[in-house]
């Protein structure tokens, strides 16, 4: 395949940026699509070029480090998948694919397709915690959890931080990804005692980091990878309503 990509070039967070033409020739429809980036930036090293920097890690579709707006979608035209796991086959040749960073005033530009996403770290440090006794493990079955609760929980711990949600959102809110690391420590017994808190502390962390507010759009459930539903957003007030009536 013969493709031209356009990409965000930024040197860093104070300068300006600007999209960017590059031809990419002889691509497979087999590559990923962060292989068909590789090939262009062993083109521009080759060429004396700086190459285009852009954060992956697991290619795997599990760290959610790769993050990139292709086509204006966050991750891509395929749902359900990472960046990673996007292949070229979703292509035609001849395409012309424009690919820049999330958009979101929590997650400034750091370099090109880079982002800065530590305000999601601000979030779970806020209490995305458990209060475990020290000794030994205890048993598998001693706390029992309802297999509904289970599988609740288990649907909301998928999320793995990538921030497709928020580069989704016209607000810019984080809601979607607050919503499933609460939810899933809120829905087991072992996460009971800080559930209260949590809600609370965790949503004024958000606030804090500069995210929007939620409008209920809906667009962060359709690019996340993971399928995180909109349903959890819903459970996070439920659970701040009654913590703050609580409190």
């Given at each position: 395949?013969?493709?031209?990509?356009?990409?965000?070039?930024?040197?860093?967070?104070?300068?300006?940026?600007k999209?960017?033409?590059?031809?990419?020739?002889?691509?497979?429809?087999?590559a990923?699509?962060?292989?068909?980036?590789?090939?262009?930036?062993?083109?521009?090293?080759?060429?004396?070029?700086?190459?285009i920097?852009?954060?992956h890690?697991?290619?795997?579709?599990?760290?959610?480090?790769?993050?990139?707006?292709?086509?204006?979608?966050a991750?891509?035209?395929?749902?359900?998948?990472?960046?990673?796991?996007?292949?070229?086959?979703?292509?035609?040749?001849?395409?012309?694919?424009?690919?820049?960073?999330?958009r979101?005033?929590?997650?400034?530009?750091?370099?090109?397709?880079?982002?800065?996403?530590?305000?999601?770290?601000?979030?779970?440090?806020?209490?995305?915690?458990?209060?475990?006794?020290?000794?030994?493990?205890?048993?598998?079955?001693?706390?029992?959890?309802?297999?509904?609760?289970?599988?609740?929980?288990?649907?909301?711990?998928?999320?793995?931080?990538?921030?497709?949600?928020?580069?989704?959102?016209?607000?810019?809110?984080?809601?979607?990804?607050?919503?499933?690391?609460?939810?899933?420590?809120?829905?087991?017994p072992?996460?009971?005692p800080?559930?209260?808190?949590?809600?609370?502390?965790?949503?004024?962390?958000?606030?804090?980091?500069?995210?929007?507010?939620?409008?209920?759009?809906?667009?962060?459930?359709?690019?996340?990878?993971?399928?995180?539903?909109?349903?959890?957003?819903?459970?996070?007030?439920?659970?701040?309503?009654?913590?703050?009536?609580?409190?």
């Open positions: 395949m013969d493709i031209k990509v356009r990409v965000w070039r930024q040197s860093g967070p104070s300068a300006g940026g999209m960017v033409a590059y031809d990419v020739k002889g691509i497979s429809p087999d990923s699509f962060l292989e068909m980036i590789d090939v262009l930036n062993e083109t521009l090293i080759l060429d004396g070029d700086d190459p920097a852009f954060d890690d697991c290619r795997e579709g599990i760290c959610g480090a790769c993050s990139m707006v292709i086509n204006g979608v991750h891509g035209p395929e749902k359900a998948t990472t960046t990673c796991q996007l292949h070229m086959r979703k292509f035609k040749d001849g395409d012309v694919i424009d690919v820049e960073p999330w979101a005033a929590a997650f400034p530009v750091i370099k090109d397709l880079i982002v800065d996403r530590s305000a999601f770290d601000q979030i779970i440090q806020a209490g995305g915690y458990i209060s475990a006794p020290t000794g030994t493990a205890p048993d598998a079955h001693a706390t029992p959890v309802p297999k509904k609760d289970a599988d609740l929980a288990f649907e909301a711990a998928t999320c793995i931080g990538c921030g497709a949600c928020v580069a989704a959102c016209p607000n810019g809110s984080s809601m979607l990804f607050t919503a499933a690391k609460i939810s899933h420590l809120g829905l087991m072992q996460g009971q800080e559930r209260d808190s949590r809600v609370i502390d965790m949503l004024q962390a958000q606030d804090d980091a500069g995210f929007g507010g939620c409008t209920n759009a809906g667009e962060c459930t359709m690019v996340c990878p993971k399928g995180i539903p909109l349903s959890l957003i819903g459970r996070l007030n439920s659970d701040y309503r009654k913590a703050i009536t609580k409190r």
